[in-house]
């Protein structure tokens, strides 16, 4: 399975997309510091994550959701996740 997922930083005020095959390695990647965009946002708390068959479908959700360049887009997802 391969995964896009949105992860949120309290201390910066700002969300993170991205995509993967192992969600919770890229998670404790990104909280440990091995990720340049995401090292100074710590803690990320994970707010959505949808799982694909192939990594090409995930990376298309995830270019999908950054093209849009909405926060609100990106908080309307999180919030019908439920």
């Given at each position: 399975?391969?995964?896009?997922?949105?992860?949120?930083?309290?201390?910066?005020?700002?969300?993170?997309?991205?995509?993967?095959?192992?969600?919770?390695?890229?998670?404790?990647?990104?909280?440990?510091?091995?990720?340049?965009?995401?090292?100074?946002?710590?803690?990320?708390?994970?707010?959505?994550s949808?799982?694909?068959?192939?990594?090409?479908?995930a990376?298309?959700?995830?270019?999908?959701?950054?093209?849009?360049?909405?926060?609100?887009?990106?908080?309307?997802?999180?919030?019908?996740?439920?």
């Amino acid at each position: 399975m391969y995964y896009t997922y949105i992860l949120y930083s309290g201390s910066l005020d700002r969300y993170y997309i991205g995509s993967c095959e192992n969600l919770e390695k890229r998670l404790h990647d990104h909280q440990v510091g091995h990720s340049n965009y995401t090292k100074h946002g710590k803690p990320w708390v994970l707010k959505w994550s949808r799982p694909f068959e192939t990594r090409q479908q995930a990376v298309a959700e995830e270019y999908r959701i950054k093209a849009k360049k909405s926060r609100k887009y990106i908080e309307y997802l999180i919030a019908s996740a439920g």
